[in-house]
């Protein structure tokens, strides 16, 4: 009986499971069931495929023109999610701009720079359109327009066709900067001060100061003509601000920014630099015709402010080595002797430190800290980090107070390429209100998740299809410092009037940035970016200014198949994605790396290739 009894205790507990496992597949069943009517209810009969204008089919997983992966569903929310922007009155379909503006920079044209006073050349400075001025058309490519050659290839090599200005192969002749082979440009890395090639003239700085150790990792260009110094400090780790202003050099910036290379268009003249203080590690002028002893040392002041405690200033041409080269300099033994002095004078009133002079080369160090410093000279501006449409002062941007005399103003930073995911001094000390290390921390973990999703979505970060990219709202870094292992360099971009400055932080973290106010035009020439990264960027200036003009920006600036992503709420991306559409912009909505229930979502656009006409006309 005992086994009976135990035997039909058995075979009750086996039918009691089978029942409560028919019941747990049941109810499973269901739920899916539901979610699937549910998923097919919400779903449009027909969604917008990015594709469907060249032909492509609609559910293959091969690779698209731009090299991504199309397996992922393409979101179309277009008739549930209607959102009124700051825009101007929908245009069907952007016209082409006259091909006379094929290099157009809207904030240093020189038509309107010569309204403007010469004195410390403010007619070379930012002078933007106003609205009424804005272009409602799309800039053309050159007609033989040509995807610029791969990184490493493209640091000497670039399409004639493309910029097509020989101009500086002859001015420049002697001096090797550039040279004519065919249907390309050659750069052999020669410069006015450096006739062996900039590889050899940066050899010849390794040997005074320390260069490949990781503790010099940013470096600020002035006067860069190609950006050969820039470009060749890339193989020791060294990225390099380089800028220029649009001059008699023709397109030099653009030439530097071809070649794969970081580069603006700028001056020193009536405003500060567009970089926060203490950026830079090193500061370099060749010949850059920086008048430094001016203005009560002025210009040399602004070097200052944006020079790291402890960092170098190293300065070739006129006036160093003046007892050699002051016959070929066309100038008088006294008078290059008076700017030296004069410039001697001012390094020591900033209380630099002589490092050496030897032949043609200067080089001088910024102290660590202003222990011992004169304190009637220093400014009494409050944030010295403010760049943007600032007025440059005759007077010494203070440093963050130390305890002792051998202690680092502001912090010591960690070499390369350490730097780039440590903590930041200007988070660990609390210098950006509301951000904190936490947050620092989160952000690098999240960029993990974010950029192995933009490898799926467009063609890999390693592919070399890209090279200069832009991060229009660049926060903390996170995105540049997770792409520094690809071959690749970000510009990053801090909004001039968000609430909280990043900047610094960027550049304590070993990379390069600006300010910038995206109602007005960026400082560069057209088609000199491969990607642009968007995120957030249209929620801070939906009501600021027209998003119209924001997005032909863009176009102006990305080459020809360059893609964006922008990263937003749904309602802006479809109002951004309607835009687009009449610019000869491919472009599709995915979910978030987190998946479909995240309300921010991705808008992916390339920019279609296409050229101006070859004939030219004037602008009116």
């Known amino acids: 009986m005992a086994r009976e009894y135990s035997g039909l205790q058995m075979h009750h507990q086996l039918e009691a499971k089978r029942k409560h496992l028919t019941w747990i597949l049941g109810v499973s069943a269901l739920c899916i069931l539901f979610y699937v009517l549910g998923a097919w209810q919400t779903t449009p ?25 199309q397996s992922l569903t393409n979101l179309d929310f277009a008739s549930h999610h209607q959102v009124a922007l700051d825009s101007s009155k929908t245009i069907s379909q952007f016209p082409p701009c006259d091909m006379a503006y094929s290099e157009y920079t809207p904030c240093q044209d020189k038509v309107r720079g010569r309204k403007f006073d010469r004195d410390m050349m403010k007619y070379r400075e930012r002078h933007c359109p106003t609205k009424q001025e804005m272009l409602l058309c799309l800039i053309p490519a050159p007609p033989k327009y040509k995807t610029p050659f791969k990184w490493p290839q493209s640091r000497d090599y670039a399409w004639y066709d493309n910029i097509p200005h020989k101009e500086l192969s002859i001015e420049k002749a002697v001096q090797n900067w550039i040279q004519v082979e065919g249907d390309r440009f050659r750069f052999p890395g020669g410069g006015t001060m450096f006739p062996r090639g900039a590889d050899a003239y940066i050899d010849d700085i390794g040997e005074l100061i320390p260069l490949t150790d990781g503790n010099i990792r940013t470096a600020v260009d002035t006067g860069c003509g190609v950006a050969s110094f820039g470009a060749y400090l890339l193989k020791r780790n060294i990225l390099t601000m380089s800028f220029a202003p649009r001059d008699t050099h023709e397109a030099q910036v653009q030439f530097a920014l071809e070649r794969g290379v970081p580069a603006m268009i700028g001056i020193i003249g009536s405003m500060r630099l ?23 040392g002025l210009y040399l002041m602004e070097v200052d402010r944006i020079l790291r405690p402890g ?66 000279v220093m400014c009494k501006s409050e944030d ?6 600032r007025s440059l002062e005759a007077c010494i941007t203070p440093v963050p107070q130390v305890l002792s005399s051998d202690e680092v103003a502001g912090g010591e930073l960690l070499k390369w390429p350490e730097r780039a995911f440590s903590v930041p001094p200007r988070l660990s000390r609390g210098s950006v209100p509301g951000l904190g290390v936490d947050r620092f921390i989160e952000d690098n973990e999240q960029w993990k998740d974010k950029i192995a999703h933009y490898n799926r979505i467009i063609a890999p970060l390693r592919s070399g299809r890209y090279r200069n990219i832009m991060d229009m709202n660049a926060y903390l870094g996170g995105f540049a410092a997770a792409v520094a292992k690809y071959p690749v360099w970000v510009m990053n971009v801090i909004p001039a009037h968000i609430d909280y400055d990043t900047l610094g932080v960027i550049y304590e973290r070993g990379l390069i940035g600006t300010y910038q106010d995206w109602c007005e035009a960026f400082s560069t020439y057209p088609r000199t970016y491969d990607l642009i990264h968007a995120s957030g960027l249209f929620t801070l200036y939906q009501h600021r200014c027209d998003i119209t003009y924001i997005l032909l920006e863009m176009d102006r600036i990305l080459r020809p198949e360059g893609s964006v992503i922008f990263r937003d709420t749904v309602e802006l991306l479809v109002k951004i994605k ?3 559409d009449g610019m000869r912009w491919k472009s599709h909505i995915v979910d978030h790396e987190s998946g479909p229930f995240n309300p921010e979502k991705i808008l992916v656009a390339v920019k279609t290739y296409w050229t101006g006409e070859a004939t030219k006309r004037k602008p009116k």
């Open 45 to 69: 009969s027909s969604q917008y495929d990015v594709y469907t204008r060249v032909g492509c089919d609609n559910n293959s997983a091969t690779p698209d023109s731009n090299g991504s992966n």
């Open 384 to 389: 010295p980090d403010t760049a943007w449409y």
């Open 311 to 376: 960092g170098y200033w190293i300065l070739s041409g006129p006036p160093i080595n003046w007892k050699k080269y002051w016959r070929g300099w066309e100038r008088t033994k006294e008078d290059l002797k008076q700017e030296q002095d004069a410039i001697e004078n001012v390094a020591r009133r900033l209380c630099w430190k002589k490092v050496t002079e030897n032949n043609d080369l200067a080089i001088w160090q910024k102290p660590i800290n202003h222990v011992g410093c004169v304190k009637e």
């Open 578 to 580: 309607s835009i687009t």
């Open 274 to 296: 567009p970089y926060p203080a203490r950026a830079f590690d090193l500061a370099h002028c060749s010949r850059c015709l920086i008048p430094w002893q001016n203005n009560e």
